[in-house]
């Protein structure tokens, strides 16, 4: 396409009257035209380092982890439990209801190990699942994250009357569950 252009340029200007102008004329055209043709290189750039803008995503020990065969129990879990996998920061803020938190977390049944959700299967929480602590969200997790503090992994072992079993149509009914949450960030309660 280039090349044809200036072909016709050339045709048009060897038909013209002006000859001995073209000695200016031929190499202002070619200026012009480099400038041109690198300015809209550099625009596409542009574009291109815009569109290509990558997101950074917190580091997540969740993330990072590879749960093969999540931990299982045998029998029933009669009440709420928690155990500490990586502890927060330890001049933080602990968890208190009403707090904003974002989290990760990954949630299996207890007694079959079969995961059933994870934050990270989820587009719009990439930068971790958003609830207030006691709102919102089973009876299980409000009171597991209680004390919690930011960068904290902890394990919530939950019986089912304090997960699913207000829902009778919910496939986790009647199932004790294992989560593992990992608190991204809190926003005091005022």
Known sequence: MLNLNVILLLSLIDKMKYRKYLTILIPFIA??????????????????EDNT?????????????????????????????????????????????????????????????????ESFNHDIYTYGFPFIAGKGVIQGWSEGVIGM????????????????????????????LIFDIELISIDKAL
């Not at 200026?31 to 291109?48: G, P």
């Not at 928690?82 to 007694?111: C, H, I, M």
């Not at 503090?149 to 009778?168: N, Q, W």
């Open 31 to 48: 200026v012009l035209f480099i400038v041109l043709i690198s300015s809209k290189d550099n625009s596409n750039t542009r574009e291109k």
């Open 53 to 117: 803008e990558e997101i950074s995503v917190p580091d997540s020990f969740l993330a990072l982890e590879f749960v093969e065969n999540p931990e299982t129990v045998e029998g029933r879990i009669a009440e709420l439990t928690t155990t500490t996998r990586l502890p927060g920061d330890e001049n933080g803020e602990s968890v208190e209801t009403g707090d904003s938190l974002k989290v990760f977390y990954r949630g299996w049944e207890a007694q079959t190990g079969v995961v059933f959700d």
């Open 149 to 176: 503090k930011e960068g904290e992994v902890r394990r919530v072992y939950i019986p089912s009357s304090l997960a699913y079993d207000f829902d009778p149509t919910s496939p986790l009914n009647g199932k004790d």
